[in-house]
């Protein structure tokens, strides 16, 4: 019987690229569920309002979105894996807002070889699937809250892991001073079942961010911290795990985006040879019935991540 031995080694190498960091958890494609806006932002959305794809980062932000309750994000990833994200958010009375959310990976085709690398035609393939509900409520004025469960899927050949998942945050508003502040508790779960009996982490994260629209000058400047629940030698040295965003309005309806995350470039790539890694830009064109956006990402020194994404209400 052929093994699928090698095909494994080079499905570990791409995770190691679509997920930031040498990891051995199956989960680790929940980090990467971003809209094309937040992926040009570096992802500084944790405190971003009235964006529907905000979920991903906050579920707190969702009361937030006004007209545009649809979004979907197609992921360009190296080689022929592809990813895909879908929200849709209905407001309820008064303030209260439920959405639902899809993120879903595509690592392509895999022949089956054995030891000696001889294939005999046949073919495997892996998949990762997240499914989530949110619900979210003004907590005060301009105080919201949200929580999100979310089911985990992932599947390797003929294997597959099981997990459920929580997200929890706040997003407190200042209309006044154009500043939104945001904190979230992201993949705070469990693995159910596993591919092989080993028990796995789901990726918790904790993120706390802010942005400020500047007066008398378009522009929309994002700071946040994330990865605060990785664990460091020093605790100080989670605070190197930060994102800088700046959006710039062109006129009415053209918006210029560029971001920085220390975090991918602290460890993505060689001290020697780091180029443009962290760094992301992009572009959206905002309308009235429906926003296009475009995001490119540097991850490491040798891949550039394309995200396109459409928001419309329906």
């Known amino acids: 019987m052929f093994k699928a031995k090698n ?16 990891c051995d958890s199956p989960f680790q494609f929940l980090r990467i569920a971003e809209s094309a806006r937040s992926s040009a932002l570096a992802g ?6 009235d964006d529907p794809s905000g979920v991903f980062f906050n579920p707190a932000t969702i009361p937030t979105v ?34 639902g959310a899809i993120s879903y990976t595509n690592f392509g085709s895999f022949d089956y070889a054995d030891q000696l690398g001889n294939r005999n035609g046949n073919t495997f393939g892996s998949q990762n699937l997240s499914v989530s509900g949110t619900y979210a409520n003004q907590l005060d004025s301009n105080l919201y809250y949200g929580v999100t469960g979310k089911v985990i899927f992932v599947t390797f050949e003929k294997y597959n892991a099981l997990a459920f998942a ?17 904190l ?20 918790l994260d904790i993120r ?20 605060l629940a990785d664990r460091t030698d020093n605790f100080f040295d989670k ?21 920085y995350n220390n975090y991918i470039r602290k460890y993505t790539a060689p001290e020697f040879d780091k180029k443009l890694s962290g760094f992301s830009g992009g572009l959206g064109i905002v309308l009235k019935d429906f926003n296009l956006d475009y995001g490119a990402a540097e991850l490491g020194n040798s891949a550039i991540l394309h995200r396109f994404s459409v928001s419309l209400d329906l």
């Not at 930060?242 to 062109?250: A, H, K, P, Q, V």
């Open 208 to 227: 706390l961010g802010i942005n400020h629209r500047l007066r008398g000058l378009p522009l929309l400047i994002n700071f946040s911290f994330h990865h």
């Open 66 to 99: 006004n007209e545009k309750h649809f979004s979907a994000t197609f992921l360009k990833h190296i080689l022929d894996i592809n990813s895909g994200l879908i929200t849709y958010i209905k407001p309820l009375e008064g303030h209260a807002t439920i959405a």
């Open 239 to 259: 605070f190197i795990n930060f994102s800088l965003g700046g959006e710039l309005y062109l006129g009415k309806y053209i918006q210029a985006r560029l971001g």
């Open 166 to 182: 929580l997200d929890a945050g706040l997003l407190y508003q200042i209309p006044e001073k154009r500043v939104n502040i945001g």
């Open 184 to 203: 979230s508790i992201l993949h705070a779960g469990t693995q159910i079942t596993s591919t092989d009996g080993t028990s796995e982490s789901v990726p």
């Open 44 to 49: 500084c959305f944790v405190s971003m309002p």
């Open 7 to 22: 095909a494994a080694i080079s499905i570990l190498f791409f995770v190691f690229l679509q997920t930031e960091l040498f």
